[in-house]
């Protein structure tokens, strides 16, 4: 057999081991997959490869092709194996998603079951009987009360004036003494100053020669009367010794009536006839002294001034629009601006002209002052009792709290405790409130020591917010 024979016939052997080694490799390939399944597609090629150098050049390119054909084959499995994990991915992804969605839920619930408990007892106030007892709570009810309409009106505390006195000498002269100092409690006829005065010594001389005169009359008619009964003289001379007399008789008493009304008094005493005394009117105190020893005084000096403080005058400023709720005789409670304490009274005196500047009317209250509490110069308020209003539920005005500054809150009797019930109101006196709504008639409330309920519900919510 030729050379040329021989390859020709070694070459198809070749051609015919490389048909064969592609078909077994993609048999075995093939094979592989079914069995193991696509996550062992790629260990295929691994394994022809492996084989790969045993081959001559023309098996390893049918070996190369066949392994193309393997990678795609195995490309394939491992995407159809990415498509199933990412569904098998999915659907847990899915569970876990739902799961988490049910805890949320449940988690939901519980929260907002727990917030429902807290509205359930939010403003109750947590206090047993004795506790109660012990923080000195009385509960009241709630039922129809008569509101007070009042007017408050501005006033000032001022002497009674007719009680006062305001002491001036009535002559002119000169100070020799004070007897009486500022403050000072005097009794009526008390001797308050000495003055040395012309005046009073000229009236004194006037009527001591006018009683001269007047002893001389009478002896006069006297011996003529004698004389005329004895008729020894003519009538005609008793008649006019009468007529002395008469004239003398005036004379005296005028001279006596002026100095009683400066005061002097027909008695010169030690001080000689110009010596003046000046002597309080009427009991009380001192409240004002202008002499001082050696001042030159005139007969309108203001020396002194007396009052009777036991008694005092509330003068009002009344404005034209509350007139018709000042009335005579109407009752009033006066309070003190600058301390703590009231009085009552009544109306004495409404004026019956309102002034140009201030239009308002001048009213006045009398107050007693036994004490002195009372001083001239203090503001008041003066609270005028106008008329009632009936209303069907009212409470104790010291009920009333607010505990968040807005809302108004009446704490009521509950299980466990007692409770801040809102509440509206209406109208007020100060002492007694309307309620409009929020609580019924005959309802029990807490009338004293709701503030110390409303300090115990401020720190509770204190500890909840922390």
Not at 199 to 213: F, G, K, N, Y
Not at 279 to 292: D, I, N, Q, S, Y
Not at 339 to 358: C, H, K, M, N, P
Not at 396 to 419: L, N
Request: proline content about 4%; hydrophobic content about 40%; overall charge negative.
């Amino acid at each position: 057999m030729s050379e040329k024979t021989r390859f020709d016939s070694s070459l198809t052997s070749s051609k015919q081991w490389i048909a064969a080694a592609l078909i077994a490799a993609v048999g075995v390939a093939g094979g592989a997959y079914l069995l193991r399944g696509p996550g062992s597609a790629a260990a295929a090629p691994a394994s022809g490869h492996a084989d790969a150098p045993s081959h001559k050049d023309g098996e390893h390119h049918g070996e190369a092709a066949a392994n193309t054909d393997a990678k795609t084959g195995a490309k394939a499995g491992a995407q159809a194996d990415a498509h199933q994990e990412a569904d098998q991915h999915g659907d847990e992804e899915h569970h876990d998603e739902k799961a988490e969605a049910g805890s949320k839920d449940a988690h939901g619930a519980a929260a907002g079951g727990h917030a429902e408990g807290e509205e359930a007892g939010e403003g109750l106030v947590k206090l047993s009987p004795a506790q109660a007892k012990a923080a000195g709570l009385v509960v009241a009810q709630a039922g129809p009360a008569s509101i007070k309409k009042q007017v408050l009106l501005p006033g000032e505390i001022r002497f009674d004036e007719d009680r006062t006195a305001h002491v001036v000498p009535r002559v002119a002269g000169v100070v020799a003494s004070v007897h009486a100092q500022l403050g000072e409690q005097v009794a009526k006829g008390q001797l308050l100053a000495v003055i040395q005065s012309p005046a009073v010594s000229d009236q004194r001389s006037e009527l001591q020669t006018a009683q001269r005169r007047l002893a001389f009359a009478k002896r006069n008619h006297e011996r003529e009367k004698q004389l005329w009964q004895e008729r020894i003289s003519a009538e005609q001379d008793y008649q006019a010794a009468q007529q002395a007399l008469q004239e003398a008789e005036i004379a005296v008493a005028n001279a006596a009536q002026k100095l009683s009304a400066i005061g002097a008094g027909a008695g010169a005493g030690t001080g000689g006839s110009s010596r003046y005394e000046l002597r309080a009117p009427l009991a009380g105190m001192v409240v004002e002294k202008h002499l001082t020893v050696g001042e030159s005084v005139t007969d309108s000096t203001a020396s002194f001034t007396v009052s009777d403080l036991r008694s005092v005058w509330a003068e009002i400023s009344v404005a034209a629009p509350q007139l018709p709720d000042v009335r005579m005789g109407a009752p009033v409670v006066v309070r003190a601006t600058a301390f703590d304490s009231q009085a009552e009274g009544r109306i004495a005196y409404v004026g019956a002209l309102i002034g140009a500047q201030t239009r308002t009317a001048p009213a006045r209250v009398a107050l007693a002052n036994p004490q002195g509490v009372w001083r001239p110069g203090l503001f008041v308020d003066v609270e005028l009792l106008a008329g009632e209003t009936p209303v069907p539920i009212a409470v104790d005005a010291k009920a009333i709290q607010r505990p968040d500054g807005k809302e108004s809150v009446v704490f009521v009797p509950a299980e466990g405790g007692y409770q801040a019930q809102v509440v509206q109101l209406g109208a007020t006196d100060g002492k007694t409130t309307e309620v409009t709504s929020g609580l019924k008639a005959g309802q029990s409330y807490v009338k004293e020591g709701s503030f110390l309920l409303r300090a115990e519900l401020g720190k509770a919510s204190a500890e909840h917010a922390h």
